[in-house]
């Protein structure tokens, strides 16, 4: 087995609710490989979307480690994980977040951009193309359907050339046909940039494409294929 892309030690997140402190993760311990593409899935409520955000650095663990390509998270402060994401990272979330004043093309092209990548416009274009919106790459996204601007969230994420792929809910906005053409789309940008692929997913039909399913129910997994091989 290759060393842990990512790899959780007793990965702890409270946040403040309205009534006090929330224990929203409990004790996550857990190891992810290269190439692998895991589906976290679990009742609503259960931390799945937490637990992502965790991998991406996107929520600050209250407890415990969480290494990304051997590098601490939780000793980064914010600039420091904000670089680390765009160069290692592609994240795609369920309502999209594209900025409404560009353009699909500068959207996909701005991570780029941030990147100093001298070739940002033509890797966004190639990227565009690749999800099959090479004919609407000037439209904004105001102009496209839910599906084709998932479509741009997919190429955003991917033109980097990221290490890890996260992906919350891709397919949770979209109708069934466009939700397993985003799917195959997702995939097909795993296999191209050889990424490794994290997915929360209520879909059985998306769980199903992946190479391993970790359970999480309140806050803890409850059942990981990988960690009952090692019992």
Known sequence: MTDAILALTDARL?????????????????????????????????????????????????????????????????????????????VVFQSFHLIPTMTALENVALPLELADAPDAFPRAEAELI?????????????????????????????????AILLADEPTGNLDGVNGQAIMDLLFGLRDRHGATLVLVTHAPELAERCDRVI?????????????????
């Open 14 to 90: 409270t946040l403040a609710g309205n009534a006090g402190l929330v224990d929203i993760l409990k004790g996550i311990t857990l190891a992810i490989h290269k190439g692998e593409t895991v589906g976290l899935i679990g009742p609503s409520g259960s931390g799945k979307s937490s637990l992502l955000m965790l991998m991406g650095g996107l929520e600050r663990a209250t407890g415990g480690r969480v290494l990304a390509l051997g590098q601490d998270l939780t000793a980064m402060d914010e600039d420091a994980l904000a670089r680390f994401r765009r160069g290692n990272m592609g």
């Open 130 to 162: 690749a999800v099959g919106l090479g004919p609407r790459m000037h439209h904004y996204p105001a102009q496209l359907s839910g599906g084709e601007q998932q479509r741009v969230a997919l190429a955003r994420a991917a033109a980097p050339r990221p």
């Open 215 to 231: 359970r999480l129910a309140d806050g803890l997994v409850v059942a990981d294929p990988l960690a009952k091989a090692a019992e």
